[in-house]
């Protein structure tokens, strides 16, 4: 079993920047990025595969976001740039040791506890 942490999250304004951390206990070969706003679905956000030159973006959050990972500490990373209010939501980091899971649909076997994101305009 994987334990997936996330941290990084926070208040800031338009414009703004955040990086999320996701520290897994174990190795994955896939992980990705979720979200999850009030009253609305989770979200496929940012996925990518172990080697890191696989990565996948959602069409929402291209040329803003980056997703990067460091084997070496079992941690994945989202640099979020330019976060707009629309943005706000809670992010989830998932994991799986599959190597053909689809990007939004997964399945992901673990899944982190969320971090808040809140972009004020």
């Known amino acids: 079993q994987v334990q997936l942490v996330e941290s990084g999250g926070g208040l800031v304004q338009a414009g703004g920047s955040l990086r999320l951390s996701c520290a897994a206990s174990?190795?994955?070969?896939?992980s990705g990025w979720f979200r999850q706003a009030p009253g609305k679905e989770r979200e496929f956000v940012a996925g990518?595969?172990?080697?890191?030159?696989?990565?996948a973006y959602a069409e929402s959050v291209k040329g803003r976001f980056t997703i990067s990972r460091d084997n070496a500490k079992n941690t994945v990373y989202l640099q979020m740039n330019s976060l707009k209010p629309e943005d706000t939501a809670v992010y989830y980091c998932?994991?799986?040791?599959?190597?053909?899971?689809?990007?939004?649909?997964?399945?992901?076997?673990?899944w982190g506890q969320g971090t808040q994101v809140t972009v004020s305009s």
């Open positions: 998932a994991a799986t040791q599959r190597r053909t899971t689809n990007w939004a649909l997964g399945p992901y076997d673990y």
């Open positions: 174990g190795r994955t070969f896939t």
């Open positions: 990518i595969r172990w080697s890191g030159g696989t990565i």
